[in-house]
């Protein structure tokens, strides 16, 4: 029999895999990046944008980060991702540096 997973569960489960200090369950930096990856393609599905490059940054204490390009399926004003990164914004379809 399966087991029924809640949004809110569903949620923790995520959060537990994203502060996975240990390594329990995503022993490598290779795996992190995979799930990482994983779960920026599950919102990019929904909510526009492409998955571009993952990297490993220390200074300025930012860790693992991933690029999202825009595409064709994100709202004219930046949709989602709008409030993040804000140096970069999307505006009528285009990117723009500040």
């Given amino acids: ?8 569960e569903l949620q923790e489960i995520v959060n537990t895999l994203f502060d996975d200090q240990k390594g329990e369950y995503l022993a ?12 920026t393609e599950a919102v990019c599905s ?15 204490g930012l860790g693992y ?3 999202v390009h825009l595409n ?9 991702w ?8 999307w505006e009528e379809g285009q990117e723009i540096s500040k």
Avoid: L, N
């Avoid at 290779?30 to 779960?39: E, Q």
């Avoid at 709008?82 to 914004?89: L, P």
């Fill in 28 to 39: 490598t930096q290779d795996s992190f990046r995979d799930f990482m990856c994983g779960i």
């Fill in 46 to 60: 929904v909510c526009g944008g492409e998955i571009g490059h993952t990297d490993y940054i220390e200074e300025d």
């Fill in 82 to 89: 709008k409030e993040y990164d804000t140096d970069v914004s």
């Fill in 72 to 80: 064709d399926s994100v709202p004219s004003d930046g949709g989602i």
């Fill in 65 to 67: 980060t991933i690029g």
């Fill in 1 to 8: 029999m399966a087991k029924v997973i809640t949004k809110d």
